[in-house]
């Protein structure tokens, strides 16, 4: 009797009253009621995309979004920018090579954030760059990238940003028109709490311009028609209804619980996370910018970090995310993005003291926790009448 | 967004894998189809229970069960002796009461078990007594009382012995035709891992003949027209078909388990619990006889119980049970019963230390987690190739 716990970053658990929502009956996707449940998740979409333009939903994963993104803004023999810090900014360049698109990398180490400056001088050598591509949490590093500066230096060029916000919407400010970012997209699995199978972009007007001219070869994909459909509340192609159904009810929740909040529950269990880990004298993959999706973690040298990995999964039940390519074995990443609370991080972080344990390194059991403990005690208040 | 931890002694959690087997499409309750559903589970429970005599099935909750054993068993008139040690223990007295059966009762101070020798006492000095009515575990106090000694003792006279296994069948050993038990009867919400609405009971062939001449008005409760009917795979009336499809898959997950890893598993998680309580300096409510079910601590005096776990189940979203009658706001009860792991004691416990923390008690964070770590670990093996 294996009781899991899922604390990867992606796919992310599901509350149980979205999985309820999710069981609702089929209904055709061509009928007034659906159109009006759509119409409803469009204007959610916006308040968290903190956007007046249309939020698109696709049925895809995130990358089906990056691929939109970049297919409907730019032209065979155009060149991107892109911010190479990770495996989805790698995933950047393979999207742009598959469309014919050249790339300008901007090679960040993996575990730091690309600065501003480099963007800016990215850009002075390349002023007819036809977009920026970045990571705004990069979910391999688990690295928050600095959008609003750079979204400073792009609004007044010609060149566009776009940005995939697959672990950073819904879980640190991301605000679309205000910043000044030109595409904005996001997944279903992440912040919103849902099984993935849906990706949300939004494009400003700039960047619409650019989809008028846009010449890299599309179907699926072409956002321009998708936008015709869905002003008018319905989809190009057979939409994912059940899942579109969690959607209306992960907004009614994230609603209710109100952006600030929102900002402040991720920026808490992360804080927490980082306490613990390094409590137990571990270090920080990205300790100048961490993400507030996931805390990547270096194991200590001696620990087979894959071994440890399978231990806390088929042993313990915990899935808890490892490193990719060259990191693959030497880190971990515990996830605190989505539908995750303090008691996902005390789980993760106990998992973590015993297995260590368990693999013959010498750990003060009892010592993480109670450093996420000092940190998630704040976020609860003082009780009115305390005995 | 408050993530919600059910740790109270019944209802217990259902597993997802059980809650999905319960919305199966309702079938009707008179074909082949239920029917061989039926003959299934009633093996199961025999298995469950370990015995040859029949399992019944009963749509209601424990208490209709109790109600059933006295009522099947006893004339108005009839003595019964009740091991009083808890609001369970009550329940029995409320119910011989209510159906005119006079009691004997052996008063046991709430936290602790009844001594075999009283019960002894107590047949010596009413040797016509009908039947020694007792809790195989009292959840309202914790307790694990000493069944098997008492069955020695009952099974060579003419009084049955009737145990309410509500929270120890499937939690602990408690092997009805070994020991002797005449009526052993449980839930479905407890080591069952179901919604409530089921009870289950099993009657020996020496309270089999009790009830041909026991004179309680009774219908519903009538367990030989009950008998009558399961023993052709149906029921008198109609069966929670839902719930026992629920209990298909819950018996399927227990004997993949086996008794041995079951009771194991019990045993691992109260210990766990045990040790943390103590490390933060608490008392054990039941330090003698411990259920495998629920561990009872004692608050500090300067606490308000029923303040502290208001708090932990509006602020912090766990939900731990407290005292009842006169230990209300004195206790707390943590449950380790059903389908419940390693990480809901540490999320029990770490609850526990930082509300504690609030109310201003003075505590040392993580120092419960760090015991019931070391408790836990043991359970898990070490790894083949440690590095």
Same sequence: chains 1, 2.
């Avoid at 776009?162 to 879980?171: L, R, S």
């Avoid at 459909?229 to 929740?253: C, D, K, M, N």
């Avoid at 971990?332 to 005390?346: A, E, K, M, N, Q």
């Amino acid at each position: 009797m294996l009781k899991r716990y899922l604390l990867t970053p992606g796919p992310t658990p599901v509350p149980p009253q979205v999985a309820l929502r999710m069981a609702h009956p089929l209904v055709h996707h061509r009928t007034p009621e659906f159109e009006q449940l759509f119409a409803e998740v469009q204007e959610g979409l916006q308040w968290l995309l903190q956007t007046a333009n249309d939020v698109l939903i696709l049925a895809s994963s995130g990358t089906g979004a990056m691929e939109a993104a970049v297919a409907n803004t730019c032209a065979p023999g155009d060149t991107a920018i892109v911010v190479n810090g990770g495996k989805f900014g790698e995933r950047w360049l393979k999207i742009c090579h598959a469309l014919g698109v050249r790339t300008v990398p901007i090679e960040v180490e993996w575990g730091q954030a690309v600065t501003p400056t480099a963007v800016e001088q990215a850009l002075r050598a390349h002023p007819h760059a036809r977009a920026v591509l970045m990571q705004a949490s990069e979910t391999s590093t688990t690295v928050l990238h600095p959008v609003e500066p750079i979204a400073a230096v792009t609004r007044h060029s010609d060149t566009l940003l776009i940005v995939d916000g697959i672990t950073a919407v819904g879980a640190t400010d991301m605000p679309m028109d205000r910043w000044g970012i030109d595409i904005l997209l996001t997944g279903s699995q992440k912040a919103l709490m849902l099984p993935p199978g849906l990706a949300f972009i939004a494009l400003s007007a700039k960047a619409w311009r650019c989809a008028e001219h846009a010449r890299v070869p599309r179907f699926y994909f072409d956002l321009r028609r998708e936008r015709k459909e869905q002003q008018r509340h319905t989809t190009a192609y057979t939409p994912a209804i059940s899942l579109i159904y969690g959607l209306h009810e992960v907004l009614r929740l994230l609603r209710e619980e109100g952006h600030a909040h929102i900002f402040a529950r991720h920026a808490r269990l992360a804080a927490a996370t980082r306490a613990a880990v390094q409590a137990l004298g571990l270090q920080l993959l990205a300790p100048t910018a961490p993400s507030p999706a996931a805390t990547g973690v270096w194991l200590p040298a001696t620990i087979n970090g894959s071994q440890l990995l399978t231990y806390m999964r088929d042993r313990m039940g915990v899935d808890i995310a490892g490193g990719q390519d060259h990191l693959k074995g030497k880190i971990l990443r515990i996830s605190h993005i989505g539908y995750v609370g303090p008691f996902d991080v005390i789980t993760a972080i106990s998992t973590l003291e015993m297995a260590l344990a368990r693999f013959g390194y010498p750990v003060e059991l009892g010592r993480g926790v109670r450093a996420a403990e000092e940190v998630l005690l704040e976020g609860w208040p003082t009780p009115r009448q305390p005995s």
